[in-house]
């Protein structure tokens, strides 16, 4: 088993986290209000004090390799994403993690995880054969919805079957998840009311102009996995 030692510190040393420690406190108190957790319940998740968690987020301070493992599963992010690093590259380059433990995920577990994040890859047969394309997107209704173009590739007829996929993978740890919709595209018909329904989560194309068309993708099934190295000895009791 690897000890904590080994897990933990590499990350710290790749993504440069002692020399812009200030950066760790901004990205944490921002991710944190993007899930409208309080500093209360964000500490009981990761074990540690809110006081802490205040600290770690007003001052330029410098996070032990421990506690950031902690705070950045409770906030259901990677540590290098926590630390600002892994933009630049691929994921996925890393070694596989000492026994590894595979699971599926849970329907529920799915939708909470789709629920988290902005951008996805919509998976369509073309004329060309299958292909898949990333769009930004929100959960509305319990569907995916995103705006696109009458024209665009990601635009295709009404009732067309499709999937969509989300990850989120952790170099630094070998561990990741994977959610997948089997679904059906719909075009929406009254897009004002969507919008009045999608709030603040109303989905922003990156691509920018006229993107006026709003489709659904309905899911039929839902399925996920999720793949993490073995427990640290001390979170033994966490993962039973």
Same mark, same amino acid.
């Given at each position: ?28 108190? %921002?991710?944190?209000?993007?899930? &409208?957790?309080? @500093?209360?319940? *964000?500490?009981?998740?990761? !074990?540690? $004090?809110?006081?802490? #968690? ?57 939708? %909470?995880?789709?629920?988290?994040? &902005?951008?996805? @890859?919509?998976? *369509?047969?073309?004329?060309? !054969?299958? $292909?898949?394309?990333? #769009? ?105």
């Amino acid at each position: 088993m690897m000890s904590d030692e080994r897990a933990e510190k590499p990350a710290v040393r790749r993504t440069g986290a002692a020399a812009r420690p200030g950066d760790v406190g901004r990205r944490l108190a %921002r991710r944190r209000e993007q899930m &409208g957790v309080s @500093r209360e319940e *964000l500490g009981r998740r990761a !074990g540690v $004090a809110p006081e802490y #968690v205040r600290y770690v987020e007003e001052r330029p301070s410098d996070v032990d390799a421990r506690t950031l493992v902690k705070l950045a599963r409770a906030l259901d992010i990677t540590v290098v994403r926590l630390l600002g690093g892994g933009p630049g590259a691929p994921p996925g380059p890393g070694r596989a993690g000492g026994a590894p433990e595979f699971s599926s995920l849970t329907e529920e577990e799915c939708r %909470r995880l789709l629920d988290r994040h &902005g951008i996805g @890859r919509l998976a *369509l047969t073309t004329p060309d !054969g299958p $292909a898949a394309f990333p #769009v930004n997107y929100a959960v509305i209704g319990g569907d995916v919805v995103y705006r696109t173009r009458p024209d665009a590739v990601v635009a295709p007829p009404d009732g067309t079957p499709a999937g969509f996929q989300v990850d989120q993978i952790d170099d630094a740890f070998s561990e990741g998840w994977s959610v997948l919709i089997a679904g059906t595209v719909r075009h929406v018909a009254d897009p004002a009311a969507l919008r009045e329904e999608a709030g603040d989560t109303e989905p922003e194309p990156w691509a920018g102009g006229p993107r006026d068309l709003w489709i659904r993708i309905e899911p039929r099934k839902i399925t996920g996995r999720r793949i993490r190295a073995s427990p640290y000895p001390s979170d033994q009791s966490d993962a039973a």
